[in-house]
């Protein structure tokens, strides 16, 4: 990943440049990927019974 890339993955999730020293790559990684999965709709959704019995 290039320095440009990264800092465009930080303004499309919206995180501040002061934000940076407190996140690592990975986690700016890992919050791109999950801001690409809220759009998804998910056959089921687990319940807090679910949950319990798992």
Known sequence: M????FLLRCVQIGLHISELDLLTIGTVNDMYAEMSNDDWDYPEIATQEMMDRF
Not at 2 to 5: A, G, N
Request: a neutral charge; glycine letters at 0%.
């Open 2 to 5: 290039t320095t440009p890339l």
